[in-house]
């Protein structure tokens, strides 16, 4: 059975940093593409980033487009999304996804508010 | 960007009764390997979203036969054949040929 188990989120500051995890079990993760999707409240799906197998190459939507940095540790079965300069428009429950969006996590919610 | 528009954004289906989403995308989704980068998903309240249909009309492990896909190029359609109270949530179009990847608006699905 394939599981991703998000971790990392937390109430944080207007301009501070957050880092994200996703562990994966149950796939063989070096093969595969990994992506973060989030979810404002309320709100649909949103593309954040991708990473490629072997992570070099990474893909951000505009709006995240240097403040965040996507990266795996493909010896620990793990993902990451650092997270810098947050806003409130960043608030959101964050899905790591596998292969494309074949599997998702459960999330892990960022709330970024003074 | 590749624009999703789905149709309708909300629908109320007796059980037992069919039902059908709309997508259309504004650009083609197919690719030069041949295959078309359409995807549905589901998101049952309080979950997270998960794979029900893709490129376009292949269903994902586990997804009962009453749930099918269709169509080409821009337009495509889920279609629900006879609708259970466990279908309900809101169903996303999504394509993954261009960056940036993009979602449908969703779809919210409630029993009568």
């Known amino acids: 059975e394939v599981q991703l188990v998000e971790s990392g989120g937390a109430l944080v500051q207007p301009g501070g940093s957050l880092r994200l995890s996703c562990e994966a079990s149950g796939i063989t993760f070096n093969k595969y593409w990994m992506s973060w999707v989030r979810q404002a409240p309320g709100k649909g799906l949103e593309w954040v980033a991708n990473i490629n197998e072997d992570g070099s190459g990474k893909y951000y939507a505009d709006p995240v487009k240097g403040r965040f940095t996507i990266s795996r540790d493909n010896a620990k079965n793990s993902l990451y999304v650092q997270m810098n300069s947050l806003r409130a428009e960043d608030t959101a429950v964050y899905y790591c996804a596998a292969a494309g969006t074949t599997y998702w996590g459960q999330g892990t919610l960022v709330t970024v508010s003074s | 960007e590749i624009v999703m528009t789905q149709t309708p954004l909300s629908l109320s289906v007796t059980p037992g009764q069919p039902a059908s989403i709309s997508c259309k995308s504004s650009?083609?989704?197919?690719?030069?390997?041949?295959?078309?980068?359409l995807h549905w998903h589901l998101q049952k309240p309080g979950q997270s979203p998960q794979l029900l249909i893709y490129e376009v009309s292949n269903r994902f492990s586990g997804v009962p036969d009453r749930f099918s896909g269709s169509g080409s190029g821009t337009d495509f359609t889920l279609t629900i054949s006879r609708v259970e109270a466990e279908d309900v949530g809101v169903y996303y179009c999504?394509?993954?040929?261009?960056?940036?990847?993009?979602f449908g608006q969703g779809t919210k699905v409630e029993i009568q």
């Open positions: 650009q083609s989704l197919l690719y030069s390997d041949g295959k078309t980068y």
């Open positions: 999504m394509q993954n040929i261009h960056l940036p990847w993009t």
